[in-house]
Every structure is written in C-alpha cells, then in structure tokens.
C-alpha cells in the first residue's frame, strides 16, 4: 500500500511538474503587495497530497508565494494539531494582525485565494 502511494504521488508531482499553470501577471507594484499581504500565510501540507497539490497550483496560477510548512515534520505536526485542531493537510494558516485563523479544505482555501488575490 505504502509503495503504491508513493508511486501515485510521485505520478502527480510528474504531472503537476509538466502541467504546471501560467503564473498570472501584475505590475511589480501590485506583486509587492501580494507578496507583503502573503507573507501573514503559512501553507501546511505534504508534498504529494493531491489536495495540497491543487492548493499549489491555485496559488501558482494567483502568483501568490506562501510558505510551505511540511507537515510531515513531527513540529509542525503537532503544531497543526494542537492550534489548528486536527491532522488535516492542507491547512492555511492566516494570520490577522496576531489573530491566528486555521483554514482547512482544498476547497475552501482556494476559494480565500481566489477571493484575497485574483
Ligand atoms: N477534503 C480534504 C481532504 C484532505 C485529505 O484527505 N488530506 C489527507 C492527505 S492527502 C490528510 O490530511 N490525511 C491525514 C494524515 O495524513 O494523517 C481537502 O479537500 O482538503
């Protein structure tokens, strides 16, 4: 099961890598911006977890670079559960001037996403 897993994984990585989104555009003025308004975001996830894949791509194709936390990492683990509640990947961390909000759900943290940056 484990080697299947990690055969699936290695496939989308492949296909995310050959399929990957165009990068949308702005002006260095608005990218600065984005990437300042970013940085209070913090991504936890795995690498080959096709949820957080997509998230990936989502932010790639908004331009939006947000730190990538590896959750697999027995810190950042625990961090996850202990302040976001649950094992759960992915998981947006937003932080609003101290105010830490735990986002989980591809979906729904595509959907901040698009409704922060597009
Ligand atoms: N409905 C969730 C599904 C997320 C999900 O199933 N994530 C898996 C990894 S692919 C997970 O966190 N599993 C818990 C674990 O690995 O312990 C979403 O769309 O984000």
């Not at 165009?22 to 260095?28: I, L, N, P, T």
């Not at 998230?55 to 950042?76: G, P």
Request: aromatic share 10%; with cysteine.
């Amino acid at each position: 099961m484990f080697v299947v897993r990690w055969i699936l994984g290695r496939i989308i990585l492949l296909l995310n890598f050959i399929f990957a989104p165009k990068k949308r555009q702005r002006s260095a003025d608005d990218q600065q911006q984005v990437d300042q308004k970013a940085q209070s975001l913090s991504l936890y996830q795995y690498n080959a977890c096709p949820f957080c894949v997509k998230v990936r791509r989502e932010m790639r194709r908004q331009n939006v670079n947000i730190h990538l936390v590896d959750a697999k990492q027995e810190s950042n683990k625990q961090e996850l559960v202990s302040e976001g509640g649950k094992l759960q990947v992915p998981c947006l961390k937003i932080n609003n001037n101290g105010k830490v909000e735990w986002l989980y759900e591809s979906k729904a943290i595509m959907s901040y996403l698009n409704t922060e940056f597009a």
